[in-house]
């Protein structure tokens, strides 16, 4: 066999140049695979809302006063209320994680298929990655904004529009921010172990799998 035969059996170098598809092809991907599975992408959803929401929740009563001869008591119980909020978001960490690894068992297929047209490993995470984002942030801010809606109203009720002063709003506002990029990252976390799952499937294994 000549060289020039061994060459041609070779993959060419720019066949990986090909085959790696943009990012917006990323995104398009990604935001189609999100509305086919809307009831899943839901309940995944609905983890991060809730413990973010729970989080929001606690760390909101840190932007109203303590008065009284309670402060003490009170401060504990906002102490524990933040132990509780931190178990909270371990809980959701492990719930997105379950979820998003019954997503990749559902996608056999469809993973096998990518993979057989030419689709990257890096390709197939950063799919996962950009789903894990998009729910990670409007699940986030979603539960900021409900967390923080309830603890404000009920001041509101208790205290009046005295609440508002100081630095109220500064205080919400780093707080909006805090809980946004929390969730986001507890969801990109969790989202590692699946997409790598999915990125290492071998494409026959994954086109003979029967869910």
């Known amino acids: 066999m ?20 943009p990012w917006s092809k990323a995104w398009q991907i990604s935001i189609k695979s999100i509305k086919i599975r809307l009831g899943r992408s839901l309940i995944t959803a609905c983890g991060i809302f809730l413990g973010i929401s729970f989080y929001g929740s606690v760390r909101a009563v840190a932007l109203f006063p303590i008065s009284g001869n309670t402060s003490a008591e009170a401060l504990a119980a906002l102490h524990r209320q933040q132990w509780l909020a931190v178990m909270a978001l ?17 996608r056999f297929k469809e ?31 979603a539960g900021w904004l409900a967390g923080w809606l309830i603890i404000t ?12 002063g100081g630095s109220f709003w500064s205080g919400t506002l780093w707080l909006m ?12 976390v969790a989202a590692i172990p699946p997409a790598v799952r999915a990125a290492q499937m071998p494409p026959a294994v994954a086109l003979r799998s029967e869910i």
């Open 2 to 21: 000549s060289a020039e035969e061994l060459s041609k059996m070779q993959a060419p170098p720019q066949v990986r140049q090909q085959i790696q598809l």
């Open 90 to 106: 371990l809980v959701c960490f492990f719930g997105i994680m379950n979820a998003m690894l019954m997503s990749v068992t559902e």
């Open 111 to 141: 993973i096998g298929t990518m993979k057989c047209l030419g689709a990257l490993d890096s390709f197939v995470v950063r799919l996962f990655f950009i789903e894990a984002i998009l729910m990670g942030v409007f699940a986030s801010f």
């Open 153 to 164: 109203l009920v001041h509101l009720i208790s205290d009046g529009v005295s609440i508002f």
């Open 177 to 188: 921010v805090q809980s946004t990029l929390i969730g986001t990252l507890i969801t990109l």
